[in-house]
Protein backbone atom coordinates (compact mmCIF):
# COMPACT_ATOMS: atom_id res chain seq x y z
CA UNK A 1 0.00 0.00 0.00
CA UNK A 2 0.76 3.26 -0.97
CA UNK A 3 2.52 5.50 2.23
CA UNK A 4 2.29 9.34 2.61
CA UNK A 5 3.79 11.61 4.45
CA UNK A 6 3.02 15.17 4.90
CA UNK A 7 5.34 18.03 6.72
CA UNK A 8 5.56 21.68 6.24
CA UNK A 9 2.36 22.22 8.88
CA UNK A 10 2.86 24.99 11.90
CA UNK A 11 1.74 28.08 12.97
CA UNK A 12 1.56 31.22 10.85
CA UNK A 13 -0.45 35.17 11.23
CA UNK A 14 -3.03 35.55 8.83
CA UNK A 15 -1.41 36.72 5.61
CA UNK A 16 1.14 34.64 5.92
CA UNK A 17 2.46 31.77 4.19
CA UNK A 18 3.18 28.17 4.05
CA UNK A 19 4.13 25.29 1.77
CA UNK A 20 3.36 22.23 2.58
CA UNK A 21 4.87 18.94 1.09
CA UNK A 22 3.28 15.29 0.89
CA UNK A 23 6.44 12.55 -0.50
CA UNK A 24 5.74 8.35 -0.38
CA UNK A 25 7.31 6.79 1.85
CA UNK A 26 7.52 3.75 -0.37
CA UNK A 27 7.35 3.35 -4.37
CA UNK A 28 4.22 3.79 -6.43
CA UNK A 29 2.62 2.79 -9.65
CA UNK A 30 -0.47 3.87 -11.64
CA UNK A 31 -1.31 7.11 -9.46
CA UNK A 32 -2.89 9.52 -11.34
CA UNK A 33 -4.08 11.76 -9.30
CA UNK A 34 -2.71 13.32 -6.19
CA UNK A 35 -4.05 16.53 -3.54
CA UNK A 36 -4.66 18.33 -0.33
CA UNK A 37 -7.82 17.64 1.58
CA UNK A 38 -8.09 19.46 5.06
CA UNK A 39 -10.60 18.96 7.84
CA UNK A 40 -11.65 21.31 10.88
CA UNK A 41 -12.97 20.29 14.04
CA UNK A 42 -16.73 18.87 13.63
CA UNK A 43 -16.30 19.35 9.53
CA UNK A 44 -16.33 17.64 6.77
CA UNK A 45 -13.03 16.68 5.06
CA UNK A 46 -13.26 18.68 2.03
CA UNK A 47 -11.30 19.75 -1.03
CA UNK A 48 -8.22 21.74 -1.28
CA UNK A 49 -6.86 21.42 -4.56
CA UNK A 50 -5.72 17.91 -7.14
CA UNK A 51 -3.38 17.84 -9.44
CA UNK A 52 -3.67 15.13 -12.43
CA UNK A 53 -0.72 12.99 -13.57
CA UNK A 54 -0.67 15.17 -16.66
CA UNK A 55 -0.61 18.67 -14.58
CA UNK A 56 -4.19 19.86 -14.41
CA UNK A 57 -5.22 21.21 -11.35
CA UNK A 58 -8.39 21.62 -9.49
CA UNK A 59 -9.32 23.98 -6.43
CA UNK A 60 -11.74 24.55 -4.16
CA UNK A 61 -12.98 28.00 -4.41
CA UNK A 62 -12.38 29.23 -1.07
CA UNK A 63 -8.66 29.11 -1.77
CA UNK A 64 -8.29 30.09 -5.76
CA UNK A 65 -6.65 32.47 -6.05
CA UNK A 66 -4.04 31.98 -3.05
CA UNK A 67 -3.37 28.27 -2.78
CA UNK A 68 -0.72 26.79 -5.85
CA UNK A 69 -0.81 22.89 -6.22
CA UNK A 70 2.10 21.70 -7.93
CA UNK A 71 4.00 18.03 -8.57
CA UNK A 72 7.44 17.15 -8.81
CA UNK A 73 9.03 15.33 -11.54
CA UNK A 74 8.04 12.12 -9.65
CA UNK A 75 3.90 11.41 -9.79
CA UNK A 76 3.93 10.50 -6.04
CA UNK A 77 5.18 13.94 -4.84
CA UNK A 78 2.93 16.83 -4.39
CA UNK A 79 3.19 20.57 -2.96
CA UNK A 80 0.74 22.76 -1.45
CA UNK A 81 1.66 26.48 -1.28
CA UNK A 82 -0.66 28.78 0.62
CA UNK A 83 -0.38 32.16 0.66
CA UNK A 84 -2.13 34.86 2.39
CA UNK A 85 -3.87 32.50 4.76
CA UNK A 86 -6.94 33.28 6.48
CA UNK A 87 -8.05 32.19 9.88
CA UNK A 88 -10.55 30.33 8.54
CA UNK A 89 -7.39 27.88 6.82
CA UNK A 90 -6.97 26.81 9.99
CA UNK A 91 -7.48 22.73 9.89
CA UNK A 92 -5.55 19.61 9.72
CA UNK A 93 -4.64 19.26 6.35
CA UNK A 94 -4.19 15.64 4.06
CA UNK A 95 -2.44 14.06 1.38
CA UNK A 96 -4.30 11.77 -0.80
CA UNK A 97 -3.79 9.88 -4.03
CA UNK A 98 -5.81 7.79 -6.21
CA UNK A 99 -5.45 5.39 -8.68
CA UNK A 100 -8.29 7.19 -11.26
CA UNK A 101 -7.40 8.84 -13.96
CA UNK A 102 -9.57 11.85 -12.61
CA UNK A 103 -10.37 12.23 -8.74
CA UNK A 104 -11.52 15.37 -7.07
CA UNK A 105 -13.08 14.28 -4.16
CA UNK A 106 -12.35 12.49 -0.75
CA UNK A 107 -14.22 9.57 -1.72
CA UNK A 108 -12.34 8.46 -4.71
CA UNK A 109 -9.37 8.60 -2.99
CA UNK A 110 -6.91 5.63 -2.25
CA UNK A 111 -4.47 6.60 0.04
CA UNK A 112 -3.93 9.07 2.92
CA UNK A 113 -1.65 10.41 4.74
CA UNK A 114 -2.39 10.79 8.89
CA UNK A 115 -2.38 14.84 7.99
CA UNK A 116 -0.44 17.74 9.35
CA UNK A 117 -2.09 20.62 11.30
CA UNK A 118 -2.06 24.29 9.99
CA UNK A 119 -3.22 27.34 12.40
CA UNK A 120 -3.57 30.82 11.08
CA UNK A 121 -4.01 33.29 13.85
CA UNK A 122 -5.82 36.73 13.65
Known amino acids: QVQLVESGGGLVQAGGSLRLSCVSATRTTNIYTMGWFRQAPGKERDLVGV???????NYADSVKGRFTISRDGAKNTVYLQMNSLKPEDTAVYYC????????????????WGKGTLVTVSS
Open 51 to 57: VRWDGET
Open 96 to 111: AASRAGYCRGPQCMDY
